[in-house]
């Protein structure tokens, strides 16, 4: 007979709480399995993000962790009460033992639940503590109900899916709370944050959302590569074209308004004038302050003296995202997880040597750039067509 432990919740997102508890639950009542079942539509709260990207979430927290898994038992986008979740189970792996997980926070409320004295016969249940609940009352009224509990090991679980939201919204990963791959997918899709998708779909062309798209889950790798804020990288890689449909004479009145210290060459180009704009646009109408997002749209285009990881994480995404294909792209992509520094000076070469090809003038900023990034980089390192 197997025995299974199911652990269900909204996971909204899975934490490393949660992953302590799957673990304690294994090991201590030799369960074959632990099975997290995220709720499609939970009874009691609205979830912040949808079911498949919960469950997503957890398939990556928990691939490598022998014992643990996700099923899709609960969802559906319909009312769910464990009792149901249990019949399901038990209809799906006929001869199973089941073990329902549960904090001691929800020990009071379950003889209230749907169809109680049957859930009894349906599973017995491992109760995980929580920090100011009492497990031992409790489970005296559970058991004399007819219930059969077990209560787990370790210390109270204080973590929580709250305390990461709270810090996803300031753009922190949550280190300690979320492991890197959650943090990763939440930032790569923009999850836990205001509706800024959305804003910048209705702001941008068809086409240059997908690019949009493109250099945010680029930018996210290489932040991860670096060790920067990936919550940043993928705010900054959605918001850094948000002018660019915008026509130059619209640029130029937003720029004039905002008092940018732009010079006439910037001013006559939307190719230069729109990551400026887009950074006040990003501050004004995003309520974007964080100065390192706001220079990182700004300069995406043409790059600028001292530019920081994450400013060379954004800048290096756009010139790379899987979309782009122009010669030179594939050097830039290799070179990006050596040093960013030498793909951004690649990518920079590469623009100055086909703006110069059209009779025209690079940038002042290109030329800082390029002038930076050589001296960072002790260059000549590579010989290569675009570094010289």
């Known amino acids: 007979m197997r025995r299974i432990g199911i652990f269900s919740g909204s996971f909204d997102p899975i934490h490393f709480g949660h992953l302590q508890v799957a673990r304690a639950a294994l090991a201590s009542l030799s369960l074959d399995q632990v099975l997290f079942a995220p709720i499609g539509k939970p009874l009691a709260r609205v979830a912040h993000a949808s079911p498949q990207d919960r469950a997503e979430m957890i398939r990556l927290m928990v691939q490598e962790e022998p014992g643990l898994d996700v099923s899709q038992v609960d969802l559906a986008m319909a009312p769910r009460y464990a009792v149901d979740t249990?019949?399901?189970?038990?209809?799906?792996?006929?001869?199973?033992?089941?073990?329902?997980?549960?904090g001691a926070d929800k020990l009071p409320d379950i003889p209230r639940w749907k169809d109680a004295s049957r859930l009894f016969t349906l599973c017995q249940f491992a109760v995980y503590p929580r920090a100011g609940y009492d497990v031992d009352s409790a489970a005296q009224a559970l058991r004399a109900l007819g219930a059969t509990l077990h209560t787990l090991p370790g210390e109270p679980v204080n973590l929580s899916s709250g305390r990461a939201r709270a810090q996803l919204r300031l753009l922190s990963d949550a280190p300690g709370i979320l492991s890197p791959d959650v943090a990763a997918y939440i930032a790569g899709k923009g999850l836990y944050q205001p509706g800024y998708e959305h804003m910048v779909r209705?702001?941008?062309?068809?086409?240059?959302?997908?690019?949009?798209?493109?250099?945010?889950?680029?930018?996210?790798?290489?932040?991860?590569?670096?060790?920067?804020?990936?919550?940043?990288?993928?705010?900054?890689?959605?918001?850094?074209?948000?002018?660019?449909?915008?026509?130059?004479?619209?640029?130029?009145?937003?720029?004039?308004?905002?008092?940018?210290?732009?010079?006439?060459?910037?001013?006559?180009?939307?190719?230069?004038?729109?990551?400026?704009?887009?950074?006040h646009i990003a501050r004004m109408r995003y309520h974007v302050n964080d100065a390192h997002i706001l220079n990182a749209i700004a300069y995406h285009?043409?790059?600028?003296?001292?530019?920081?990881?994450?400013?060379?994480?954004?800048?290096?995404?756009?010139?790379?995202?899987?979309?782009?294909?122009y010669p030179g792209v594939d050097l830039i992509r290799r070179q990006a997880y050596a040093d960013i520094r030498l793909a951004a000076l690649t990518s920079l070469m590469g623009t100055r040597k086909h703006v110069r090809a059209k009779g025209m003038a690079d940038s002042a900023l290109t030329r800082q750039a390029i002038k930076d990034l050589k001296k960072r980089l002790r260059v000549p390192i590579y010989q290569d067509p675009y570094c010289n």
């Open 202 to 279: 209705q702001a941008v062309s068809g086409p240059r959302f997908e690019h949009v798209l493109g250099v945010r889950d680029t930018a996210v790798k290489l932040a991860r590569h670096y060790g920067q804020s990936m919550q940043k990288a993928g705010l900054a890689a959605l918001l850094h074209d948000c002018a660019k449909n915008m026509e130059l004479g619209r640029l130029q009145t937003i720029a004039r308004q905002a008092q940018l210290q732009v010079d006439e060459q910037t001013m006559n180009s939307n190719a230069l004038l729109h990551g400026l704009v887009g950074a």
């Open 86 to 102: 249990l019949t399901d189970l038990h209809r799906q792996q006929p001869g199973a033992d089941f073990t329902y997980i549960v």
């Open 301 to 325: 285009t043409t790059g600028r003296a001292g530019m920081n990881l994450l400013e060379l994480c954004i800048f290096v995404a756009d010139a790379m995202e899987p979309g782009r294909d």
